[in-house]
């Protein structure tokens, strides 16, 4: 047991650390001179730049140090809560996240809740009735919200709300979790994982349907309602918990549109800020924290795994 | 005569018995058509801005209406079928090559080569990809446009000046070094599987190289899933292709792409709905279209699995 755990924990912590390697390399041999690029605006305005002054600003922030010296150094920050300077906003990167996160992670959550809330029913439902019109009708509407990106669903429900039925303004902006203006953008980045869950949840009960233990349980006359709460339900939430990585994944990309949409200054506003503005510590703190969210619900998963399902430790 | 029936022609049967596996072919057969040679079809040049019509709605002249700079939207959406069409073939050959290679190595070499290209399969699957697709393309251009640059230095070949071709360049290695891990996994799995095969030992006994089973054992016993697995990485690479215009680091103005079309429509949609619509349709129509026939493909190659 406890060598599988730490061999979990090394896994995903050693893969954590490469996309931090990834990521520093990418800024330190593609963005060229960041001094430069902090000054690129003045420069361009006619101001004429002392040479000596920026070598010696690059000494100040060690910018002359060899790349292994300068990621060791950028590592070392990122342990103690140090995630660098934005050029473009000239403060503290981690500020910029304090303050976008969690509006992401509050709409990130009741997307969740709303999502394994109607996904797992509606798996369930369309298990209890396989291939009869309802499974099909749930199967079907699946596949359709699995092929459709977010960024063309929101904008095409958007018209039908308000150019279509009239019942409402653009939702724009953040003003709580609380506001009637968060529902249409939680629901769309619902949908992400929907069909996920829905498949999942849907092939588990199937597979567990044609068990003999069911069929003993039938046999020695359990009612209907008893066999599903007291023998199915439970295997239920194993497939839907292992596929967290994938939720987590397409949360944390859904962020980015529906942030873009409704003009949500959360998480997925401020990397595509950073981006636009070709601003490096911001996209790389924002990589490796999006990257920091699955590793560590894969990792989690991995660890209470054996606890679900106890037929598969030890190996 | 005898009716001869290969495993191929089988599958062909089944796949013309999906309804809907046959209306997703017909949609992609009409969209790759249209990426060949629509620009043969339209009187406009998909970059022709003409102010004094800005806005039209569909009318005779412009089917489908202009934008906001007078621009044919029908001429716009078939380059846009074009961008769509190249990206998806090259980032899914980029992918698919890289797969294969990281796939079949880790399958034949097994213990610590295995486990450490597995790790990184399973890595690059747990980053957001469309985040990491954004770090990559930003990080690559500077790059990128300092060799075409030295290129033309060279060469003087005009071709090396012409941007458009740059964010082509920079969409292909952000796609491919996110979406290959999908095909490593599949070719791993099916070395494993047929590796433990009476044809393959039997091939072995009588002293056939690695090489020769690779090729003619393994892929073609592999030709089924990777199939499917590659009509759903082709609708995989549009969906991500039109994501990554949709936030404006793919494909730049002037060229156009599905996914900023619709996000330039996205400041005057409530004014002008077709300009919102056209795009989002066609990309809703061609990703439900891949997968149909990615399914109906799958029921019909591998009709063991059952669900």
Redesign the interface.
């Known amino acids: 047991m406890i060598p599988y755990l730490l061999s979990r924990i090394f896994r995903w912590s050693t893969g954590l650390l490469l996309v931090a390697f990834v990521s520093y390399a990418m800024m330190f041999y593609g963005a060229g001179d960041p001094i430069k690029r902090m000054f690129m605006d003045m420069e361009q305005g006619g101001v004429e730049l002392d040479e000596q002054a920026l070598a010696a600003l690059r000494t100040k922030f060690g910018l002359d140090r060899s790349f292994p010296e300068q990621f060791a150094g950028y590592l070392g920050n990122l342990v103690q809560g140090d995630w660098g300077m934005s050029i473009r906003e000239r403060r503290p990167v981690w500020d910029m996240i304090k303050a976008r996160l969690p509006i992401s992670m509050q709409i990130g959550l009741v997307a969740t809740l709303l999502s394994v809330l109607i996904g797992i029913p509606a798996g369930i439902f369309a298990a209890l009735n396989h291939n009869r019109w309802v499974d099909q009708a749930i199967v079907g509407s699946g596949v359709f919200i699995n092929a459709i990106p977010i960024f063309v669903t929101a904008p095409i429900l958007l018209l039908f709300l308000v150019v279509g039925l009239g019942i409402m303004n653009v939702p724009f902006g953040w003003k709580g979790l609380f506001h009637t203006q968060v529902i249409l953008p939680m629901i769309i980045l619902a949908l992400g994982p929907l069909p996920t869950i829905i498949r999942q949840t849907r092939a588990a009960l199937l597979e567990v349907m044609s068990q003999d233990y069911i069929r003993t349980a039938r046999a020695k006359g359990l009612t209907r309602r008893l066999i599903i709460s007291r023998h199915m339900l439970r295997l239920v939430l194993i497939p839907v918990a292992t596929s967290v990585g994938l939720i987590l994944i397409s949360l944390v990309n859904g962020a980015l549109f529906i942030e873009l949409i409704f003009s949500i200054p959360g998480f997925g506003k401020l990397t595509i800020q950073g981006v636009q503005q070709v601003d490096y510590p911001v996209i790389m703190a924002t990589v490796i924290i999006g990257a920091l969210i699955v590793m560590v619900g894969n990792m989690l998963i991995d660890l209470v795994y054996p606890l679900l399902d106890p037929r598969i430790t030890r190996s | 005569m005898v009716d001869v029936r290969s495993l191929w022609a089988d599958a062909w049967r089944r796949l013309l018995k999906n309804r809907l596996a046959v209306a997703g072919m017909v949609v992609i057969g009409i969209f790759l058509f249209l990426a060949l040679f629509g620009r043969l079809l339209t009187p406009y040049d998909f970059l022709a801005q003409d102010l004094a019509n800005q806005l039209q709605p569909p009318s005779a002249a412009h089917w489908l209406g202009t934008d906001a700079l007078g621009r044919d939207i029908l001429s716009r959406l078939l380059y846009g079928a074009r961008t769509a069409a190249i990206v998806a073939f090259t980032t899914t050959g980029i992918s698919l090559f890289l797969g294969i290679l990281i796939g079949t190595t880790a399958g034949f070499l097994g213990g610590r080569i295995d486990n450490f290209l597995m790790?990184?399969t399973?890595?690059t699957?747990?980053?957001?990809?469309?985040?990491?697709a954004?770090?990559?393309?930003?990080?690559?251009?500077?790059?990128i446009v300092g060799w075409f640059d030295q290129l033309y230095m060279q060469t003087k070949n005009p071709f090396f000046l012409n941007t458009l071709w740059l964010d082509f360049v920079l969409v292909f290695g952000a796609l491919a070094l996110i979406s290959w891990p999908g095909y490593a996994r599949l070719l791993r799995g099916q070395v494993l599987s047929i590796s433990g095969t009476t044809y393959v030992e039997s091939a072995r006994a009588i002293g056939a190289s690695t090489m020769r089973i690779m090729w003619r054992h393994i892929v073609p016993n592999s030709m089924g899933p990777l199939i499917v697995a590659v009509t759903a990485g082709m609708?995989g690479a549009i969906?991500l292709e039109?994501?990554l215009s949709?936030?404006?680091?793919g494909i730049q103005p002037p060229n156009a792409s599905w996914?900023s079309m619709?996000?330039e429509?996205?400041t005057m949609?409530?004014t002008f709905?077709h300009l919102?619509?056209t795009p989002?349709v066609t990309?809703?129509l061609i990703?439900?279209a891949?997968?149909f026939f990615g399914?109906g493909l799958n029921d019909a190659l591998n009709p063991r699995q059952t669900?």
Request: proline share 6%; hydrophobic share 55%; no cysteine.
């Open positions: 790790w990184l399973d890595v699957m747990s980053i957001p990809g469309l985040l990491m954004m770090l990559i393309n930003t990080a690559l251009k500077r790059p609708g969906v039109s994501s949709f936030l404006g680091v996914g619709l996000s429509s996205l949609w409530r709905p919102m619509v989002a990309i809703g990703l439900v891949f997968t399914d669900d």
